[in-house]
């Protein structure tokens, strides 16, 4: 055995790459530009597609006037839902959403946002494009405009699909029949907001599609995390058999979330191809992106928390109300996520929770990294502090006296989270001490007593998130040796930044003994790989990382077998070595993998029982469920008292993501992770105005940090393994965001609490959190 099962993981025999901090195979290619992004790609008699958007948030659609953009230098098409609209139909990619509620992918008799498309035109050049859509002319009568959430759900509201009769497009609710709250010694209660975002990938989004290939088809080269489910669209709308269409995803430069998203673009450009017979690429502006690309979160949640009087908790009240934007997609429903997360680490008897989502004129909303996850962490522990804060209990300890017992799992919640394995407190316990907790505590009664103007706040925040959620927990991988040495796997994830191709070649291997720079990653290209769901939900490592592993056990049993046949041995005493494989302790006595890979295609050196064939095995990993990895983070703030300025002095985070096979692609996702969280509780916000135009639409007027903006994040992990899976690995991609977000919230009030201040939104701006002190100030 090259492996063994520990505590529900695989512990790594002596000699093993896992669990080593091993440099990333793929920042060479990345730090050098040699790697091909989207707008890299120029195939030849590419023209392109430049959209014409809305700049009216609702209105009525009278006519769209393009004879003056026909006419113009290297125009090719022009596309209009009142004239060639390409015969594409609505569309709605999330089947939970009433099809009534789809986009039509040019806007038809009414227009619902900044952004929604109106015409596109397809020309020789971009600038010629430009230009083009410039003069088209567009007459819309405007419509009272719904931006806030609260004001789509009132009786005189403007609707946005008036078939509908009413604005709200998915409710989700649990345990509505009881007051949780019944009889509590203590209520404490907060509504608060996570505000809308935007993804801001440094890639914008953006497409390629170049038909007649393959078979008379077309292929879609796509910036997306997702190319499986782009395909699976692009079938139903252009009519053509599924081995008639290829997706491939060069590097892709982040995701985020927004990149699982289809969007009406793709149809739009693959269609347009399709009819001019001509590859034809579009490449967002930031700007355009901004409007464009799905933004994430939007929620206002209100949360009552029963409680003893010692802090225990007897019940939770939590209602949310989200925004789907103009065409309710994914974002939508991500309430039902928060649902299932809504009772964090803790043990709470009864529960009652209430979601609805709205459509408001504003971007479509869909998942953004935590995707439902974050906003139910939010919710559960800013009302914790405003139950610790009610009954002058420490945050730390209140949460303490409130975490499930590790004993009792797996657990299944009572909203429905079939928790895995879970140590709560070792996680607090180790951010408390890497922190100086009470010696923070100290210096903040110092600065308190002193009446210093420069307030110290220290936050805490414990969660629990899921991983490969929604069904998500089955992935396709392979792993084949050739006859020249090397490997290759395949997987039906899709990497745009995490370090993919680094992790499943340790795996790789780690099973195989060939070196990690000989075997090659094969992903993101439906061609090449059969299915798989994409990355997405921090599912990655848990479920295609699994499926290599089990496909590199396989072409090892099946080498050894080989192995033994030619060197006369039995296969249990067949192990790997340098070079190959060879009869244990006799290293001199080796077959090299060159010689296995072309012995496994000849039935002549096979032994009975061996069918002929490549030394290859494929399958699919099923997880059977997700994982659910936690942690405790502690974030230490100062404020100024006269300004509203808030500096993070410190953060710290510990996170428990299974079974770690390399320490520095988890820390690289804690830090890339925590940096959003950071941002949402300090920086960024999509804002509109009451008109329903869009004030944040490029990286000035949104307040995106920079590293500068930062301290450097003091990042550990606890271990505690996954019985999920045989690596006994559980997701990091989203921890750092939905630990970091409420700690850094929960710090900027801690600093202000002795001043009476109870709560601040996010994003916690100077002028929010000044206003915050005058409202209390005598």
């Given at each position: 055995m090259i492996a063994e099962r520990s505590q529900g993981g695989v512990m790594a025999r002596a000699g093993s790459i896992l669990g080593n901090a091993v440099v990333r195979l793929e920042d060479p290619t990345l730090l050098t530009g040699a790697g091909n992004y989207l707008d890299d790609l120029d195939p030849p008699g590419a023209v392109r597609i430049v959209f014409v958007r809305s700049s009216i948030a609702h209105g009525v659609l009278r006519s769209v006037n393009v004879d003056a953009a026909r006419a113009m230098p290297g125009v090719l098409a022009v596309y209009h839902a009142g004239g060639n609209d390409l015969g594409l139909a609505p569309f709605q990619s999330f089947p939970m959403i009433s099809e009534s509620l789809s986009r039509p992918p040019f806007a038809r008799d009414r227009v619902r946002f900044v952004g929604d498309i109106v015409a596109a035109v397809v020309a020789e050049t971009r600038a010629q494009g430009i230009d083009a859509a410039e003069s088209v002319v567009v007459e819309i009568d405007p419509l009272p405009v719904v931006i806030s959430k609260t004001a789509a759900l009132g009786a005189d509201a403007p609707l946005l699909f008036p078939d509908n009769g009413n604005n709200v497009c998915f409710v989700t609710s649990f345990g509505t029949d009881e007051d949780p709250i019944e009889g509590a010694a203590v209520v404490a209660e907060v509504e608060m907001v996570s505000q809308r975002l935007a993804g801001v990938p440094m890639e914008p989004n953006g497409c390629v599609m170049v038909p007649g290939e393959p078979t008379g088809g077309i292929t879609c080269w796509v910036s997306h995390q997702a190319p499986r489910s782009v395909l699976e669209v692009l079938v139903g709308v252009l009519g053509l058999e599924p081995e008639a269409l290829r997706v491939v995803c060069p590097w892709v430069g982040g995701g985020f979330g927004p990149k699982a998203a289809i969007y009406v673009e793709y149809l739009i450009a693959a269609a347009a191809a399709m009819q001019l017979n001509l590859p034809v690429k579009w490449v967002e502006t930031r700007s355009e992106d901004m409007v464009a690309l799905v933004h994430g979160r939007d929620y206002t949640m209100n949360a009552k928390l029963g409680l003893t009087r010692q802090g225990k908790i007897t019940g939770l009240d939590a209602s949310v109300l989200a925004s789907g934007g103009a065409y309710p997609l994914l974002g939508a429903v991500l309430p039902m996520l928060t649902q299932i997360m809504?009772?964090?680490?803790?043990?709470?008897?009864?529960?009652?929770?209430?979601?609805?989502?709205?459509?408001?004129?504003?971007?479509?909303?869909?998942?953004?990294?935590?995707?439902?996850?974050?906003?139910?962490?939010?919710?559960?522990?800013?009302?914790?502090?405003?139950?610790?804060?009610?009954?002058?209990?420490?945050?730390?300890?209140?949460?303490?006296?409130?975490?499930?017992?590790?004993?009792?799992?797996?657990?299944?919640?009572?909203?429905?989270?079939?928790?895995?394995?879970?140590?709560?407190?070792?996680?607090?316990?180790?951010?408390?001490?890497?922190?100086?907790?009470?010696?923070?505590?100290?210096?903040?009664?110092?600065?308190?007593?002193?009446?210093?103007?420069?307030?110290?706040?220290?936050?805490?925040?414990?969660?629990?998130?899921?991983?490969?959620?929604?069904?998500?927990?089955?992935?396709?991988?392979?792993?084949?040796?050739?006859?020249?040495?090397?490997?290759?796997?395949?997987?039906?994830?899709?990497?745009?930044?995490?370090?993919?191709?680094?992790?499943?070649?340790?795996?790789?291997?780690?099973?195989?003994?060939?070196?990690?720079?000989?075997?090659?990653?094969?992903?993101?290209?439906?061609?090449?790989?059969?299915?798989?769901?994409?990355?997405?939900?921090?599912?990655?490592?848990?479920?295609?990382?699994?499926?290599?592993?089990?496909?590199?056990?396989?072409?090892?049993?099946?080498?050894?077998?080989?192995?033994?046949?030619?060197?006369?041995?039995?296969?249990?005493?067949?192990?790997?070595?340098?070079?190959?494989?060879?009869?244990?302790?006799?290293?001199?006595?080796?077959?090299?993998?060159?010689?296995?890979?072309?012995?496994?295609?000849?039935?002549?050196?096979?032994?009975?029982?061996?069918?002929?064939?490549?030394?290859?095995?494929?399958?699919?990993?099923?997880?059977?469920?997700?994982?659910?990895?936690?942690?405790?983070?502690?974030?230490?703030?100062?404020?100024?008292?006269?300004?509203?300025?808030?500096?993070?002095?410190?953060?710290?985070?510990?996170?428990?993501?299974?079974?770690?096979?390399?320490?520095?692609?988890?820390?690289?996702?804690?830090?890339?992770?925590?940096?959003?969280?950071?941002?949402?509780?300090?920086?960024?916000?999509?804002?509109?105005?009451?008109?329903?135009?869009?004030?944040?639409?490029?990286?000035?007027?949104?307040?995106?940090?920079?590293?500068?903006?930062?301290?450097?994040?003091?990042?550990?992990?606890?271990?505690?393994?996954?019985?999920?899976?045989?690596?006994?690995?559980?997701?990091?991609?989203?921890?750092?965001?939905?630990?970091?977000?409420?700690?850094?919230?929960?710090?900027?009030?801690?600093?202000?609490?002795?001043?009476?201040?109870?709560?601040?939104?996010?994003?916690?701006?100077?002028?929010?959190?000044?206003?915050?002190?005058?409202?209390?100030?005598?």
């Amino acid at each position: 055995m090259i492996a063994e099962r520990s505590q529900g993981g695989v512990m790594a025999r002596a000699g093993s790459i896992l669990g080593n901090a091993v440099v990333r195979l793929e920042d060479p290619t990345l730090l050098t530009g040699a790697g091909n992004y989207l707008d890299d790609l120029d195939p030849p008699g590419a023209v392109r597609i430049v959209f014409v958007r809305s700049s009216i948030a609702h209105g009525v659609l009278r006519s769209v006037n393009v004879d003056a953009a026909r006419a113009m230098p290297g125009v090719l098409a022009v596309y209009h839902a009142g004239g060639n609209d390409l015969g594409l139909a609505p569309f709605q990619s999330f089947p939970m959403i009433s099809e009534s509620l789809s986009r039509p992918p040019f806007a038809r008799d009414r227009v619902r946002f900044v952004g929604d498309i109106v015409a596109a035109v397809v020309a020789e050049t971009r600038a010629q494009g430009i230009d083009a859509a410039e003069s088209v002319v567009v007459e819309i009568d405007p419509l009272p405009v719904v931006i806030s959430k609260t004001a789509a759900l009132g009786a005189d509201a403007p609707l946005l699909f008036p078939d509908n009769g009413n604005n709200v497009c998915f409710v989700t609710s649990f345990g509505t029949d009881e007051d949780p709250i019944e009889g509590a010694a203590v209520v404490a209660e907060v509504e608060m907001v996570s505000q809308r975002l935007a993804g801001v990938p440094m890639e914008p989004n953006g497409c390629v599609m170049v038909p007649g290939e393959p078979t008379g088809g077309i292929t879609c080269w796509v910036s997306h995390q997702a190319p499986r489910s782009v395909l699976e669209v692009l079938v139903g709308v252009l009519g053509l058999e599924p081995e008639a269409l290829r997706v491939v995803c060069p590097w892709v430069g982040g995701g985020f979330g927004p990149k699982a998203a289809i969007y009406v673009e793709y149809l739009i450009a693959a269609a347009a191809a399709m009819q001019l017979n001509l590859p034809v690429k579009w490449v967002e502006t930031r700007s355009e992106d901004m409007v464009a690309l799905v933004h994430g979160r939007d929620y206002t949640m209100n949360a009552k928390l029963g409680l003893t009087r010692q802090g225990k908790i007897t019940g939770l009240d939590a209602s949310v109300l989200a925004s789907g934007g103009a065409y309710p997609l994914l974002g939508a429903v991500l309430p039902m996520l928060t649902q299932i997360m809504s009772v964090g680490v803790y043990d709470i008897p009864k529960v009652r929770f209430q979601g609805t989502s709205v459509v408001t004129n504003t971007t479509p909303v869909g998942p953004y990294r935590g995707a439902g996850r974050p906003e139910a962490t939010q919710l559960i522990e800013r009302v914790l502090d405003v139950a610790a804060d009610q009954l002058e209990i420490d945050p730390a300890e209140i949460r303490r006296r409130n975490f499930l017992d590790p004993a009792a799992f797996p657990l299944t919640t009572l909203t429905g989270g079939a928790y895995d394995s879970g140590e709560y407190a070792k996680a607090l316990d180790a951010a408390l001490v890497a922190s100086g907790y009470e010696e923070l505590r100290t210096e903040q009664a110092l600065r308190r007593a002193a009446g210093d103007p420069v307030q110290l706040g220290i936050g805490v925040s414990a969660y629990v998130e899921v991983t490969a959620p929604l069904g998500l927990h089955v992935e396709f991988g392979a792993v084949e040796v050739h006859e020249d040495g090397t490997a290759s796997m395949a997987v039906g994830t899709s990497s745009h930044g995490q370090g993919h191709h680094t992790a499943f070649a340790m795996i790789a291997s780690d099973v195989l003994g060939i070196p990690m720079d000989q075997i090659r990653l094969v992903n993101s290209d439906t061609a090449a790989v059969p299915r798989g769901a994409g990355t997405m939900g921090s599912r990655s490592l848990q479920t295609a990382g699994n499926a290599i592993f089990a496909s590199s056990t396989a072409v090892l049993v099946r080498a050894q077998q080989i192995a033994a046949h030619t060197l006369e041995a039995s296969p249990e005493d067949i192990v790997t070595g340098e070079g190959g494989l060879h009869i244990a302790g006799v290293p001199g006595r080796t077959i090299s993998w060159e010689e296995l890979a072309v012995a496994s295609r000849d039935a002549t050196q096979l032994p009975e029982g061996l069918a002929p064939g490549p030394l290859r095995h494929e399958g699919d990993f099923d997880g059977t469920n997700s994982t659910y990895p936690f942690g405790a983070h502690v974030s230490v703030v100062e404020v100024d008292t006269e300004t509203g300025k808030v500096t993070l002095r410190r953060h710290i985070a510990v996170d428990d993501c299974g079974r770690i096979l390399n320490p520095l692609l988890v820390r690289g996702q804690q830090h890339g992770g925590i940096a959003q969280g950071v941002a949402q509780a300090l920086f960024e916000w999509v804002r509109y105005d009451d008109d329903g135009n869009p004030l944040t639409t490029n990286l000035i007027d949104y307040a995106m940090p920079a590293a500068s903006e930062f301290p450097s994040f003091e990042a550990s992990n606890t271990e505690t393994d996954s019985p999920r899976n045989p690596l006994g690995a559980k997701g990091i991609g989203e921890s750092g965001t939905i630990g970091s977000t409420p700690a850094v919230q929960n710090a900027v009030v801690d600093a202000l609490s002795y001043l009476g201040v109870r709560h601040v939104d996010m994003p916690c701006t100077p002028e929010r959190v000044w206003l915050a002190i005058e409202a209390v100030r005598p």
